[in-house]
C-alpha cells in the first residue's frame, strides 16, 4: 500500500510502497476515510531534531495522527465491532495502566518517560497512508457522519475542544467574553465550539482577511489588527477585559496581546505551539488571572466532540487530497496559505486538491 512516511529529520517526507498492515489482539485494520495534514507534522519533518523533539517522535514512521476511517479486518479477541462502521482514531498512546490512562488521559500518562512513542503519526505508524491498526480502545463512532471531513477533528478539533472545556467556569455566566487568537483551522472549529457551549461574545483576531471573514460568517466579533486592537477590545467588553483568551498562535507577541486584554480572573489558554515566552508580575496581571497551556484531549472528550459533529454542530472547512499530492498539502502548510484544513483522501478518487465547501468524492 502507499503511504506518506517521515525518515529522517530536517527531511520532508516521501510517498512509499509499504506492506499492509495486520491487526494484532485487540486492534482493527482501518481503511483509512482521511488523514488530516497538520502543522504538527510540520514542525516534526522541518523544526525538530534530536536535540528538540522528545525522544518518542524520533522517526522513522509513517505519519498521520487525525485520523478517521471505516473497520475493514477484526483482529484476535475483537467482537462487537461491525465490518464497514465509521470511526474516528484517537491518536495518543499511553501506557494503558496508570491513573492518566484509566481516566483516557492518555496525553498525560504518568509513565510518558518509558513510552517509545506518543501515539499513531506521532511515532507509531499514523494513518497517512491507505490502511492502518487501531487498538479497539481508541475507536470513536462516526455513525452516518461524514468521515472524510471528521478527521481534523480528532486533533484540531479535540485540541480547541479540551482547551474551551477546561475554561467553561469563566464563561458559565451571562454576560462573558472569549477571545480567539487564530483563525486557521482550530480557530474555526474553537469558535463553533464557543457557541455551542457557551453563551459567551466571541471575539476573534487573525491578520488574514479570509479567516476573519468565514470566522465572521460564525458569528464571531472581529477586531481587526492595529496599534489600537487593546483599547478595542477592552471597549468592546466595556472595559472589564476577556474571560476566556485562547491563543491558538503562541508568539510572543500574541501572548502579550493576551496578557493585556485578559480580565481579572480571567483565562489565557496557550494552545499554538510557536514557542513564545513571556513575563510576569504581580503589580502588571490582573488580580487572579490563570496562564496556562493544554495538550489535544481525552478520549472521553473526543466522543463529545463525535456527539457535537455527528448532531451538525460543527462544520469542518476541508480541502481534501490524493495520496499522491500529499506533500502538496504540506506545501501549503509550510507557506501559511491554507484555509481551513487539508485532508488527505486515500480511497476517494480525488485527484487534485478540491474548493472548500465542494462536494468529496465518495470513497468505495
Known amino acids: 500500500m502507499k503511504a506518506v512516511r517521515f525518515d529522517a529529520w530536517k527531511t520532508r517526507p516521501t510517498l512509499v510502497d509499504v506492506e499492509r498492515p495486520v491487526p494484532g489482539p485487540g486492534e482493527v485494520l482501518l481503511k483509512v476515510a482521511g488523514s488530516g495534514a497538520c502543522h504538527s507534522d510540520v514542525a516534526l519533518y ?6 528538540i523533539a522528545m525522544p518518542q517522535l524520533r522517526p522513522s514512521y509513517i505519519l498521520g495522527h487525525e485520523v478517521t476511517g471505516w473497520v475493514e479486518e477484526a483482529g484476535p479477541g475483537v467482537i462487537g465491532i461491525e465490518k464497514g462502521s465509521a470511526h474516528m482514531v484517537y491518536a495518543a498512546r499511553g501506557c494503558g495502566h496508570c491513573t ?19 501515539g499513531s503519526g506521532l511515532g507509531l505508524d499514523g494513518g497517512m497512508a491507505e490502511y492502518m491498526t487501531v487498538p479497539v480502545r481508541n475507536l470513536v463512532p462516526l455513525g452516518d457522519a461524514d468521515p472524510i471531513k471528521a478527521a481534523p477533528l480528532v486533533d484540531a478539533g479535540l485540541t480547541a475542544y479540551h482547551a474551551i472545556k477546561l475554561a467553561l467556569p469563566r464563561l458559565s455566566s451571562g454576560g462573558r467574553t472569549a477571545l480567539v487568537i487564530g483563525l486557521g483551522g482550530v480557530g474555526q472549529l474553537a469558535v463553533q465550539i464557543l457557541a455551542s457551549m457557551t453563551s459567551a461574545t466571541v471575539l476573534g483576531v487573525d491578520v488574514k482577511a479570509d479567516a476573519c471573514d468565514l470566522a465572521a460568517s460564525r458569528g464571531t466579533v472581529i477586531v481587526e489588527p492595529g496599534d489600537d486592537q487593546v483599547t478595542r477590545i477592552r471597549e468592546l467588553t466595556g472595559g472589564r477585559g476577556v474571560d476566556a483568551v485562547f491563543d491558538l498562535v503562541g508568539t510572543e507577541e500574541t501572548i502579550r496581546l493576551a496578557q493585556a486584554v485578559v480580565a481579572v480572573r480571567g483565562r489565557i489558554t496557550v494552545v499554538g505551539l510557536a514557542g513564545g515566552r513571556t513575563d510576569w508580575g504581580f503589580y502588571t496581571t490582573p488580580f487572579e488571572a490563570e496562564l496556562t497551556g493544554t495538550y489535544m484531549g481525552t478520549l472521553d472528550e473526543l466522543h463529545e466532540l463525535a456527539a457535537l459533529y455527528r448532531a451538525g454542530r460543527l462544520e469542518v472547512d476541508v480541502t481534501p487530497y ?21 485532508v488527505i483522501v486515500p480511497h476517494g478518487g480525488v485527484t487534485a486538491p478540491v474548493e472548500q465547501g465542494a462536494e468529496v468524492p465518495a470513497a468505495v
Open 100 to 118: 492518566s490512562c484509566a481516566h483516557g488521559e492518555d496525553t498525560l500518562c504518568d509513565n510518558v518517560a518509558t513510552m517509545t512513542s506518543l
Open 322 to 342: 490524493s495520496l499522491d499530492d500529499a506533500m502538496d498539502a504540506y506545501t501549503r502548510l509550510e507557506q501559511g496559505t491554507m484555509l481551513g484544513r487539508a
Open 46 to 51: 522541518a523544526i525538530f531534531d534530536q536535540d
